[in-house]
């Protein structure tokens, strides 16, 4: 069963252990994430917490609760995208990838299910007066100081939302887009918009200011947590991320019109901020920021957006999220991601088994990477293919091991590559595109990747000597042991 709003997923974490009520007030200027980050460095990530007292910064308490590290968990990350196991998403996928038509009738009325299952992803409009928009704020009501959003860092810019589905249409093909982007708050009715260049709300937005062109925007913060989840997703430009969410829920998302411009959204979102960018204004500073890397991002110039109303549920529970040294809850959403991403990854490169993107990489700058080798130079093929796969064209250094190591235990993978490699051969470097938040690179953007060759070595590739076998127990005296073993008090 799907879960169609926050509240039922905050009440499915709450009915298995893992979600903590905290009724002190507690300031959401710097106190609120301190808390959060005590938590989410606890073994496994601590639980999803709900702040029912957050304190405004003129010393009020809020009317609305927090409720944060929602996704910051292996379990709570699958609860909310409705599997037990991440991966399950990503066999739907391969199954679906699998569409050749088989022969005979009876083969080719077994493709039924999986072509109608398809048919029910694309998102449903609502009638009457959605969840969202049981209360309006316009004009000279709309004060965002009334919403509980934190400050994370003391370096900060400011107050920002940070676990927001930002919605914009592509002018020209008007496809949908939903990202995951920070959003700085200014006043009560203006905010600044962080898309970073490479994202999908940023092409609609340059499109929109060459034209001279206003831009509709809408920010919603909470809702169907597959919907909140997609919105991080790193889909192709092509992809409305409410399919995406449908496809995940196995059940169709509810949209509704927005209330001042030409946007849809989530029916059932807690609070939407309407608006729009006006290319004629100025850009303003947002920043800086606590960023995922661990490290503050520097202040740059980014589009403002003009708030034009503010709707919400009667209830309302503002959901947002902290990044900063990393374990945090990001990391979770960024394991789904690998996980449900993976066969689509195999369908272009089909030799890989397996990936895992460590926290301490924090998704771009180290990624593990086995492979089944069957030729010379198929590891450094590899590298070149994913340096090639949209953002993993950002990742700074490529570890490529054999099938056999367990590349989701970093500890076991770098124990294998370290063993394996003989630095000078087996070390490549490239230039490319880097992740905006790199602060190493040589330049904003573009600076230098390794790759790590950390498989067997071939003839072929210059390795004449003997290749040493693994250390590992005979079956039989394993099996001799494990019967002793309830015996030896250990």
Known sequence: MSLDTLSEFISAIDAIGEL?????????????????DRVSKMPGGGKALIFEKPVLADGSVSMYPVAI???????????SLGVENLDDHGDRITKLLDLKVPEGLLGKLSLLPRLLEISKFPPRMKGGTPACQEIVWREDEIDLRKLPIITCWPEDGGPYITLPMVISKDPKRGIRNVGMYRVQYLTKNTVAMHWQRHKVGAAHWREMAERGERMPVCIAIGGDPASMYAASAPLPPTVDEFIFAGFLRKAPVHL????????????????????????AEAL??????????GFYSEADLYPQVQIT?????????????IVGRPPMEDFYLGHATERIFLPLLKLTIP???????????????????????????????????MWGQGLMSLAKVLVIVDNWVDVRN??????????NIDPERDVRFTMGPMDVLDHASRAFTYGSKMGIDATKKFPEEGFTRNWPPLIAMD???????????????L
């Not at 959204?265 to 608006?275: C, I, K, N, S, T």
């Not at 303003?284 to 890397?293: A, K, L, Y």
């Not at 895992?356 to 590891?379: C, D, R, T």
């Not at 079956?475 to 008090?489: C, I, M, Q, R, Y």
């Open 20 to 36: 903590v009520r905290i009724t002190e007030p507690v300031r959401v200027d710097l106190e609120l994430c301190e808390i959060t």
């Open 69 to 79: 590290n929602l996704f910051g968990s292996m379990k709570r990350m699958a609860l």
């Open 256 to 279: 509704a019109k927005a209330v001042t411009c030409d946007l849809e959204v989530p029916a059932d979102a807690e609070f939407v901020l309407e608006g729009y960018i006006d290319p």
């Open 284 to 293: 303003v500073t947002e920043g800086p920021f606590g960023d995922h890397t």
């Open 309 to 321: 109303a503010v709707t919400m549920r009667k209830n309302p529970v503002y959901a947002t999220t």
């Open 351 to 385: 030799e890989i088994v397996d990936y895992h993107m460590p926290a301490e990489g924090i998704f771009h700058n180290l990624v593990f990477v086995s492979i089944k080798k069957e030729y010379p130079g198929q590891a450094f093929k590899v590298m070149n293919a």
């Open 410 to 419: 970093p500890q076991e993978a770098w124990w294998v590559a370290l063993n």
């Open 475 to 489: 079956e039989n005296t394993k099996a001799s042991v494990d019967a002793l073993w309830p015996k030896l008090g």
